[in-house]
């Protein structure tokens, strides 16, 4: 028919009066239960995001009381370090962009101190013209994840299973019933106000609330009336525009349409309220006019059309499956089912049996479990098959209808809902919020400080393992009693009475006595020991409840450290005014230099603390800029000390050379941002060294004077000498004829002394051609081996004679090397005259040569003999020093063979080391360069 309006599904059709009354009774009854029941509650907020509307079900969740969130902003609610899922604020980010958002997690405190984990789902709502309205949303309890799951066995219940009423029908009119005209005396049927005409326009029957419609001509309905007459008065007394040109043609319009009513029935709106007006034609032709008042109606369902978009747009926003199954078929899929089993829209879906979209291993839960996911509290685990083939892990549940105060699982119809949850999503939130949990914890356990929560009465609710070690309990043994038993101010003698109080008493923490910010009280461990404590106290608020969060720090060891400070800094205090050095602190950054009492006296100021230009003043003016230069290169970080030795001129104490020390301290960059030091008089100091300059230059002078004196009288002594020793030995070989035999042995003896003489002058004119510079080397390439044969050919006689053993050891293939072969044999007879004549009777003496590792030549020669001490090898390598001992006594000498052999071995570039021990002989070793050592390829 063209007036009737078909609402179609794929079972029936409707027409516009049940599909209007079916409407309103699922936005009264279906969506608003479906959205309850795919979430713990339900909340909605205004532009300026505070919450207006929340569902009953907060209060039964949370513990909370309405009255305590309208109003307030979701941040404000939540807790301020909760960062697991929201990214850092992402979520309240979302809310002031105006972006809609899902399953994400933060908490809530409730009035007892623990913390509920809630996973929120929500979309802005807009005007017509885009205007802001506020936010719609769904909120589910997710704190069951966090524990380990009860088996959905082990509280099974019956579900009651009676049936569920019909819901309430309004009540069809006679059109509705086909047509049929039912008794005016049918109670079910009798309208508000009706008429009855004949088929010649004369009212048979009228209703007093019909002619209460009309009250201009309400006088003219009754029974006999002419519907004519009725229709010309009501154009005269209303003044009817439409019939004042033609009333005659205007009452037969009218009068037609009274007695051929139109098929269907007309909704009109008149003087403010809503009328229906149903109409029909009896088998005799007399026609029946029923109005009826559909104002209230029509605002029914309005409100219906209204509450079911709003729920239809909070079920688009739950984040969970939910269908709706009747006869083991799906007959309703929500869009998060859509988009959880990946499908094209609900068509490909809806129709099919249930076990399409299950696992096959869980498809005996969906066909013979219904009564275990009714009463399942926390659902049921199985898997869903996507529509691409993947699985994925759900928890389902079937949740029931409501009914009034009664709740059913089945619709009469057989219809149940079944509600799924992608529990992936949640499994991450819960390990993230153990996670969380887990460092807060570890956190807690880390600290060094102790830290206790306490609730209002001054009850222990909890303590970290440092609190446990502060005060010896363990968490069990404290946790319940009261805080005032760990504090010193009033603590009960009976340890009963302290955890209990007395009978009948509740123990409360006193806060005027303990209770404020850095506090230092006396502290009781669990032994009853007594020591001091820190305790610092913060109050948490939330909602109706105070938590107190106190900070307890031991104090023993800080104690014993500030002891220990307060002795230091009187040392301190001491030695700086029993130092006769002056100590300085110069603060960089504020140009202010601390001196102490006995550098404020030597600078003649009033005043401990100065600036540097100050300072500055008192330096001698020549001084000032070598001061200047030392003192950046320090500040720089050129120098790790800062020294320097200046004049100052004192008021007190007239000019004065002093020695000014200091160290910068430096920041993370390396500037410098202080310098301490000392400041003492070094005047005396100062002039000594000057003197004893002067001696030392003196001293030069004369040793040089001696130098050449000896230098000159050496050559003017050789000449004779050179005489005596030829004219000697031409004697002895008889050149010129045979000597008595009675002056052989004197002849002799003046040739031995006068080479003695000779080689006397020979080494202290070595000496001093060395002291004065002018020695210098012939270097020439020898063999080594042939140097050392003629050395220990030398000594080997008085070795012999003195039953001394001469080893020598010499490497096989030594090179060529390039040296004074004068000089190097005079050290190598040096050193083993030496070690003959200090060595006793049966001793040892070894000469070992070689080329080491690193190419260098090496001679040591090591003897048994009477060795030295460290000051005994200081004065042998002096010119003229002699080491005082009986041996050296017995052999004579002048004190200069081991000094040339050292100048004779550095001028080579080497190395003279000497190494003895009283008692048990000497060993000096010579080391030349490899740049003395020449390969025997290139000779």
């Not at 390990?431 to 887990?438: G, I, K, N, S, V």
């Not at 010896?472 to 043994?477: F, L, N, S």
Request: charged share 25%.
């Amino acid at each position: 028919m063209a007036n009737e309006t078909k609402v179609r599904d794929h079972r029936f059709s409707l027409d516009a009066g049940q599909a209007g009354r079916l409407e309103a009774y699922l936005a009264d009854h279906h969506f608003p239960h479906m959205s309850s029941l795919l979430c713990d509650w339900t909340w909605e907020t205004d532009d300026r995001l505070e919450i207006t509307f929340i569902s009953e079900r907060f209060s039964q969740t949370c513990t909370l009381l309405e009255s305590t969130v309208l109003g307030r902003t979701l941040p404000a609610l939540t807790l301020a370090d909760d960062k697991a899922g929201l990214g850092e604020g992402r979520t309240f980010n979302l809310l002031e962009n105006l972006k809609p958002f899902e399953n994400v997690a933060c908490s809530l405190l409730d009035p007892h101190g623990n913390i509920v984990h809630i996973a929120l789902s929500g979309a802005p709502r807009f005007a017509d013209g885009g205007i802001f309205l506020g936010y719609s949303g769904t909120a589910c309890n997710i704190t069951p994840l966090l524990a380990f799951r009860r088996h959905y066995y082990d509280e099974k219940r019956s579900c009651d299973e009676q049936p569920a009423p019909t819901p309430p029908q309004i009540a069809p009119s006679p059109r509705d019933q086909g047509g049929v005209e039912a008794p005016l005396s049918s109670p079910a049927a009798d309208p508000d106000a009706f008429v009855v005409y004949d088929p010649h326009g004369r009212i048979i029957a009228a209703s007093p609330q019909y002619a209460a419609l009309y009250p201009a001509v309400r006088d003219l309905i009754r029974p006999g009336a002419a519907l004519g007459d009725i229709l010309h008065a009501a154009a005269r007394r209303l003044h009817i525009g439409a019939a004042s040109e033609s009333p005659e043609r205007w009452v037969a319009r009218k009068l037609d349409e009274r007695l051929r009513p139109p098929s269907g029935p007309q909704e009109i709106f008149r003087d403010g309220r809503w009328w229906r007006i149903s109409e029909l034609v009896s088998a005799d032709g007399n026609v029946i006019s029923m109005h009826t008042d559909i104002t209230e109606r029509r605002k029914h369902m309005q409100k219906g059309r209204e509450s079911g978009a709003r729920y239809r747009q909070l079920v688009n926003l739950i984040p969970d499956m939910i269908c709706t199954v009747r006869g083991g078929n799906i007959t309703w899929l929500n869009p998060a089912g859509v988009r959880m089993l990946a499908v094209g829209d609900a068509g490909d879906v809806v129709g099919k049996p249930l076990n399409h979209i299950v696992h096959p291993d869980y498809q005996i839960v969906t066909d013979n479990e219904f009564e275990t996911l009714s009463t399942a509290r926390d659902g049921v685990p199985i898997k869903m098959i996507r529509a691409d083939g993947s699985f994925f892990d759900v928890e389902i549940s079937l949740r029931p209808y409501p009914d009034g105060e009664r709740r059913h699982c089945e619709r009469p119809d057989g219809e149940v809902m079944i509600m799924a949850r992608d529990i992936t999503v949640h499994n991450h939130t819960a390990r993230t919020l153990l996670d969380r949990e887990a460092r807060l914890r570890g956190i807690m356990n880390a600290v060094i400080a102790g830290i206790i929560s306490i609730d209002a009465d001054g009850v222990i609710l909890s303590l970290n393992a440092a609190a446990e070690k502060i005060f010896g309990y363990g968490e069990y043994e404290i946790v319940g009693c009261p805080a005032a038993q760990l504090m010193a101010d009033a603590p009960p003698k009976d340890a009963s009475k302290r955890r209990r109080g007395k009978k009948g008493q509740t123990l409360t923490l006193d806060k005027t006595k303990i209770m404020g910010k850095n506090r230092e009280l006396i502290g009781i461990r669990k032994d009853g020991t007594r020591f001091p404590l820190e305790l610092t106290l913060s109050e948490l608020s939330r909602n109706d409840s105070t938590l107190l969060i106190g900070v307890v720090r031991d104090l023993r060891a800080r104690k014993q450290a500030e002891k220990a400070l307060r002795d230091s800094e009187e040392r301190y205090a001491l030695a700086i005014d029993g130092a006769a050095e002056g100590i300085w602190d110069w603060n960089l950054p504020e140009d202010c230099v601390y001196t102490s009492d006995v550098l404020r006296n030597m600078l003649s100021y009033k005043s401990n603390r100065i600036k540097s230009r100050s300072w500055m003043k008192t330096i001698h003016p020549a001084d000032r800029e070598r001061f200047r230069r030392s003192l950046l290169q320090h500040l720089k970080g050129k120098s790790e000390i800062f020294s320097i030795e200046y004049r100052l001129n004192s008021k007190n104490m007239g000019m004065r050379w002093v020695r000014q020390r200091g160290k910068a301290l430096r920041d993370e960059t390396g500037r410098a941002y202080r310098i301490a030091g000392s400041l003492s008089d070094v005047t005396e100091r100062v002039a000594f060294q000057k003197s004893l300059k002067k001696a030392k230059e003196t001293a030069e002078v004369a040793n040089r004077v001696k130098s050449e004196f000896l230098a000159n009288m050496s050559h003017e002594l050789r000449t004779p000498l050179n005489a005596i020793i030829g004219f000697s030995d031409i004697m002895c070989t008889g050149l010129f004829g045979k000597i008595d035999a009675r002056y052989q042995d004197y002849i002799q003896s003046i040739h031995d002394s006068g080479a003695h003489l000779l080689g006397l002058i020979n080494d202290i004119l070595d000496v001093s051609r060395i002291e004065v510079g002018k020695l210098e080397l012939n270097d020439d390439i020898i063999a080594p081996l042939d140097a050392i044969d003629a050395a220990v050919g030398l000594v080997r006689p008085d070795a012999d004679a003195a039953k001394i053993a001469l080893v020598v050891h010499i490497e096989d293939g030594l090179p060529p090397i390039r040296v004074d072969a004068r000089r190097f044999r005079q050290i190598l007879l040096n050193l083993l005259s030496n070690a003959v004549k200090f060595t006793a009777e049966g001793g040892r003496v070894t000469l070992t040569a070689a080329i080491d590792r690193t190419g260098a030549f090496v001679i040591s020669i090591a003897d048994t003999g009477i060795g030295m001490s460290s000051d005994e090898i200081n004065l042998s390598i002096t010119p003229f020093g002699q080491v005082d001992s009986t041996l050296s006594r017995k052999y004579e000498g002048t004190g200069l063979g081991l000094p040339l052999a050292k100048n004779f071995v550095e001028m080579h570039g080497g190395r003279f080391l000497l190494d003895s021990t009283p008692g048990q002989g000497t060993n000096v070793t010579i080391m030349l360069p490899t740049e003395r050592v020449i390969d025997p390829q290139k000779v």
